[in-house]
């Protein structure tokens, strides 16, 4: 027998470090052909913030993403980014390169606006050209990089940070401002519930959250349906498993994963509330998206078969046991 | 981590009997090699090393699938994808395809070979159930004096136990042979924490023919793992739907015979509830192979559950 | 042991190398041509990150002595793409997105291909079945799945070769889906992960680690294994020249055990030598005597008195408790309708990345020692790292490599300290693969939570008082265990105005593996626990769980469970655009018990239940006309 039912579950999520200062640095060079340095010591863990970071530092800087070059993370190299963590590189380092390319910018700007002899304000930049509205004066970034090296022996770099502060928690009442920034969200979520073996498939998951503002809003759904699917692993059937402290589930063979039959189709919504405290007004995505699956796959669970399921994961030994108990339960009531 | 001083692929069964005979225990005799590898691992065996490893699945005498009248004959390293590509195994064994695509995955299937999958002799082999329905027998091939000898085991003696087998020192598995059972609807229940490349916790196969007048059961095979420590055919529940009518309470009647064949310790009450429900789900199923549906049968269960 | 001659076609190049004849074919692909396209994500035929062509079959290269594939054919992803150009489908997976950290990807770019070899036209079910050998930890497989769509139906020609091309773009670059800049060195596998780096002169290290929960180390004789031939040196705790004693919030443990292990697979001493092998059989001639010491397994044990105590500095085993207090919950309580209790518990699970830890460290000219390593967090290891090698942080350097996922499970250092010693001590490049069993008993699991859950609501939903009492198991080291306490009480009760909420999250020292940072940190846990609680409640109330959650949404301005204010809230946006997406359908939790069936079930956003054998019914004979049997029965809701 298969029984079908819908479950809801909401979420909230601070951005970045937890009640403690947080920040990062970044530099910028315009370099030759037009192209962008960027330096800064931001962490790729598969997210995809070098490539936000590329569209950021194109967008600021008025060249297109393919231009834009990240230095290594290298603390050798590179100015301090802190980690990759805590739901917090688009926001904070992503400010902070944005920061550091409106500096950058601003002394192209004041440079070309002296080499053309116009105002400044008059001067727009974007897709990797330079131009002076109303006027017909205009070049590639690449000639107004050799035009200020060569002519005015001008190397345009800048440098920006950008800091989030938070209070720490009073040790007896938690009071105390954690975030400055916060994020929400709503997944619901269908599954099939197999009564025959007490199997859980998710058919569907509809997840709205925000994200502030959307950078990349293919890598923003890539989070939500990563996390979605890694969230399900937890609900349903990843257990590491100690006895006695030595792991019952030492590899890939018992610790069970989800592949590629087990998953639902995903079903992002990105709301965008942009954040007014930050220059970009992005929040961030990567571990809120998290936490709404596994309540909301219990949660219907319960809607389709009538059973709470309040240890994790949901194994199909487990919701038969409830279902059992829960016939057991009706037999004595009847009776 | 598997380690080894030497890698001998013989070409002939004379071949490989002399280096079984020059290395003996020291040797470790492989096929598919898809279990070695990943047994000789921390938390299983942890570091292995042998003298060498004997590859038999270049062996001709070891190969093939060929029908032979009434009877199909599955070379040792048959392998589990063989099951869906195999034009012969799909019409005359028809629950082996079934069976294959539960079977760990693409990959491991073209290389894992039905005789591994039996000498392992796991609890929760998947192909062991499949073969036991359709009576498989196998033929074991030794050597004495630089002759071949062969000897014949039924499937449901070869499998002692948990990795135990009648498999003696120096033999090889040569041949399986089963029942042609073409025409029969065929059906294969697993379930396990996931559906793809996992070890089952309780997996049911059957094959069903009905008799002329597609009325009563004529012949019906069931056979399950998972559930003890060696796979069994389910002789009771068999027995009961010979010649009996194909009605749901009949098929849920047969199924509830199936519940006292759990003997696992661990999550016996979850084998107990599945294994009667896969006993009436493949039968169901098996039957819808055949275009014979029984949905009723779940009605009725709703109304005893609900 | 005697080499033995392997002759192999690899990507259309014909090769003869002699070589130890264990080796798997995924070791002869990497360690003897250089061809790291493939990785090795488990060694075990789990995870099919090996994936490659033998003979135009695909199989797990993990699984394949390499004297098993003697005279095959063998294509890597390397030998995908010819010239430069990538194929249909590793363009596809570019263009969906379908890479994040890129360590599975050569091996999904693999069966996928196998996949529309088997069946160019396959649909999306026996797509999915073509990939169950291969698992993705970070995308959740629904990019994937696109990219092999797209790719079939380019290849079909229902599709414009076009569609592959990026889109263009105008207005801002802010808000376009660009590709993944870094795609196509992960469809190529042209990427190099930590493990995939070679130095000349390099050296290989391995751990040995403790097989004991709780025990002093009595004695630790390392003086055989040192000298082994091929072995360079052995570290033990005794080499550590500064402060051995680190953390994320508090310093407690040692670079390798000192005098004491507290978990099975804390490492207790360090091989290098020439190669792995050489290593292996060196630790096990370190002789380790010791005294085992009374062990607690169980977080609410290790808080009682007498419990066995893990660091003397946190008598009581309790190495965080923050404390949550708003308003008088007991008022609260006293006013509510109805006060809902249960207790919920979540599991320790493991973060799984593709990637198990590696490492490649050697010193720069000047004397820098440099790691490279996947590290989520290179500037806080380099703090700790100078510390425990008492040198100026200037001379000390961290290079993240490529992180094959992450998700908080590298950003607890943890093997980073012994490379950097290695490479200090020998004065050649060292590097440390682990396997992925390593990857389980050694690093840092999230904390499994117990929950007391008391709620009290009035009869209209509004939630008067929330009380939750957290106990997570946190295992030998504290770790990130108190920022995950701080996460835990400060998110726990929800983005909900509660007058009266009272949080405790308390992280217990047990001798379990450690717990540490994982995704949603703590959050996890505890907002699993309100979210479920919320439908046990508005069952009881009778209500929709939606409006429930409506009634006690916080809004714009709202005072967080911290006494923060709030500026704009998004939670009611995001409830009303997933309802209205879902097309859901109100009414009290489980209502058919009611006969009420829901009418919002089953859309064409939701997928079709697996049944597998999506190839059956191409196979099937005369004799079985029909396809999968349970393909057709219907699902009955």
Partial sequence: MKRRGRGVACCWYGIARTAAVDRAGAWVELDDGG??????????????????????????????????????????????????????????????????????????????????????????????????RGRDLRMSMAEAVDVLKKQHGIVIVGSGSYTSLHTPLDPETGRGEPWQSYVFGTQIIEVEVDTDTGEVQVLGVWAAHDVGRAVNPQGVEGQIEGAVVMALGQALMEDFTLKDGRTTTPGFAKYILPTSLDVPQVNSIIIEDRDPKTPLGVKGIGEPAMVPTAPAIINAIYDAVGVRITRLPATPERVLEALRAKRANEADIAL | MLTYDQYLTPRSLAEAFEAIGRFGAAARVVAGATDVLPWAREGRAGDVHYAAVIDVSRIPELCGVELRGERVRLGANTTIAAFLANPVLVEHAPVLKHCAVWFADDQIREQATLAGNLVNASPAADATPAMLAMNSVLTLYSSANGQVRTRSVPLDEFVL??????????????????????????AFEKVGHRRSLVISTVCVAALVRLDFAQRDFDDVRIAVAAVGPVPTRLTECEAFLQGKPVQPDVIRGAAELAADRVQSRTRREYRREVLVNFVERSITDALAELGISVSSASATKEVQHA | MPDIEIRLTVNGRKFARRCAPHLRLLDFVR???????????CGAGECGTCSMFVNGVLHKSCLLPVAKAQDAEIVTVEGLAREDELTILQRAFHKAGASQCGYCIPGMVMAATATLRRNPHADLEEIKEGLGGNICRCTGYQKIFAAVELARDVMNGALPATALEEETYRGSYIGASVRRLDAPSKVSGALRYAADMTMPNMLHMQVLRSPMPHARIAALDVSEAATMAGVETVLTCNDVPGVDNYGVFIDDQPVMARGVVRYVGEGIAAVVAENPLIARAALAKIKVRFEELPAVFDAEEAMQPGAPQLHDAYPGNVCKHTKIRKGDVERGFAESDLIVEETYETQAIEHAYLEPEAGLAYLDADGTVTVQAPDQNITHHRHMLARILNRPINTVRLIMSPVGGGFGGKEDMLYQGMLALAAIKTRRPVRYVFTREESFIASAKRHPFRIRYRMGLRKDGRILATSMYMIADGGAYAMSGPGVMNKAAILGAGPYAIPNVRMDAICVYTNNTPAGAMRSFGAFQSEFSTEAHLDLCAEKLGMDPIELRRVNAMRDGAITHTQAQLGSVSLLRTIEAAAQAARWAPGEPHRQTRGEQRPDLGGNDTRKPCTLGARLARITTPANTVGSASERKAVQT
């Fill in chain 3, 31 to 41: 360690e003897e041509l250089h061809l790291t396209g493939n990785k090795e994500g």
């Fill in chain 1, 35 to 132: 192209t962008v340095k960027v330096t800064t010591g931001v962490t790729e863990i598969g997210e995809g913030i070098l490539t936000t970071l590329c569209q950021i530092a194109a967008e600021e800087m008025g060249v297109r993403p393919k231009d834009v070059t990240l230095g290594d993370n290298d603390t050798a190299r590179a100015p301090e980014a802190a980690h990759a963590g805590a739901t917090r590189q688009t926001y904070i380092i992503g400010n902070a390169v944005a920061s550091a390319c409106r500096d950058a910018r601003d002394k192209f700007i004041k440079e070309m606006a002296q080499h053309w002899n116009v105002p400044g304000e008059l001067i727009d930049t974007r897709a990797g050209e330079v131009w002076v």
């Fill in chain 2, 161 to 186: 136990g948990p990795g135990q087998t009648r498999l003696q020192p120096g033999e090889l598995v040569g041949s399986i042979e089963c029942d042609s059972m073409a025409g029969y609807g065929a």
